[in-house]
């Protein structure tokens, strides 16, 4: 396996958790940000593998067909991406699977809005683990962890995108 500090970005909100997202993934979300007046949101699921502590983010499910993209919100409704988690899980032998959610902002550095607090909230409240949470924007990209019910914002240590 590569090194992580390799192939990965590196992002931690306290020092003391680690995330390593794979720059595919990056690109991923950067390419289904739109711009203008017909833009639209997109999203889909982070899948990778908790290691102790820290969490890997190795790929991501993008925009399916029964999802639901307007210009403020993207609701993740078609199953494809549960089912894309559960086949990550079989294929990997059970260390692979959902970790987290990504959607876009049609803004330059994006943030939480209330909606988002909300649909995190109750995510959190399903999943044991931490969750991680991207927006990506047209400059940047946010990236957070949720544990409990908090949120923590992360602090980026290599990138090309992100720094901002
Ligand atoms: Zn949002």
Known sequence: MPSM????????PDGVRF???HPKVVETIRGWVERGSQSRE???ILIGSYRGDHVEVSGSTVPMERDKRTRGLFDRMDRGHQEAAMQAWRSSGGTESYVGEWH???EAHPSPSVLDRWTWD???????EPVVFAIGGWDSCWWGIGAGARVEVMRMLSSGWDIV
């Open 122 to 128: 109750r995510i959190m409240r399903r999943v044991r």
């Open 104 to 106: 876009t902002h049609p």
């Open 5 to 12: 500090l390799d192939q990965t970005m590196m992002l931690t």
């Open 19 to 21: 995330v390593a997202i």
């Open 42 to 44: 997109a999203g889909g």
